[in-house]
């Protein structure tokens, strides 16, 4: 079986491609990797504080690695670090990386290329398939998840800190992704079939952060189109490890 490691975000799309990989009979995974704000100790995006990661690989039952990020990384910055996390889980003897992205396709070959640097295959089990099947596969196996991420230009601060079931899903307004695939909101996921025991915490304060882009064109993740506005500011829900 080919050693794999699984590029983990904390979230239910991460969970999902996780569950369907531990029935695989080719790909033997073993480790979750995840990037952190190394200036909050949070993980990158979603905002959960580092000792639920921990918590929530413990009850997943696999060994965690983390990648200290700064909170202003530029784009060459992050591509060395993942460049150099990676060589070294080479050296451990991983061939493959699982990804739980489903229809992005400039996200997938950005990472496919990446991987082809170092000689790593890419895994998405999830690719193509149907968010609002997938979201409510996620349900039926009975995993639990609560948002802690929310685009504000999207979802107003109520969707924050709301646990995902199929209320959730009835209220999303229209062209919201029901597995937020465009980043209307992000999760993490504290029980599941896959789960030794739940992962405990309580609801803290909700926050909106706006952010804007990097003055430098060269390393900015928004696209140089003058027509487009960008989504810049988020509500966070605060979970707090009981």
């Known amino acids: 079986m080919h050693k794999t490691y699984f590029n983990w975000s904390s979230g239910k799309d991460s969970a999902?491609?996780?569950?369907?990989?531990?029935?695989?009979?080719?790909?033997?995974?073993?480790?979750?990797?995840?990037?952190?704000?190394?200036s909050f100790n949070r993980v990158s995006m979603h905002g959960l504080r580092l000792p639920l990661l921990e918590l929530q690989a413990e009850a997943l039952g696999f060994s965690l690695q983390t990648i200290l990020l700064d909170a202003d990384v530029s784009m060459t910055s992050y591509n060395e670090l993942m460049k150099s996390a990676m060589q070294d889980l080479i050296a451990e003897g991983y061939t493959h990386a699982v990804f739980g992205d489903i229809?992005?396709?400039?996200?997938?070959?950005?990472?496919?290329?990446?991987?082809?640097?170092?000689?790593?295959?890419?895994?998405?089990?999830?690719?193509?398939?149907?968010?609002?099947?997938?979201?409510?596969?996620?349900?039926?196996?009975?995993?639990?998840?609560?948002?802690?991420?929310v685009n504000a230009k999207l979802l107003d601060a109520s969707f924050c800190g709301r646990e995902i079931d199929e209320s959730f899903f009835n209220d999303l307004p229209e062209g919201v992704d029901p597995c937020g695939e465009n980043g209307e909101f992000h999760t993490f996921v504290y029980d599941g079939p896959n789960f030794a025991q739940p992962v405990a915490f309580t609801i803290g304060e909700k926050v909106q952060k706006s952010y804007a882009p990097t003055s430098n064109d060269d390393d900015n993740c928004f696209k140089k189109d003058e027509d487009t506005t960008w989504d810049t500011s988020f509500w966070y829900c605060d979970l707090i490890p009981k």
């Not at 695989?24 to 073993?30: E, Q, Y």
């Not at 229809?103 to 999830?126: A, C, I, N, S």
């Open 103 to 149: 229809f992005l396709e400039d996200l997938k070959k950005y990472r496919e290329d990446k991987l082809k640097e170092v000689g790593v295959t890419g895994v998405f089990p999830l690719w193509k398939q149907d968010t609002e099947q997938l979201l409510k596969e996620l349900l039926q196996l009975g995993f639990k998840a609560i948002t802690v991420c």
């Open 16 to 38: 999902l491609a996780l569950y369907k990989m531990q029935q695989s009979k080719t790909h033997k995974v073993d480790k979750l990797v995840t990037s952190v704000n190394a």
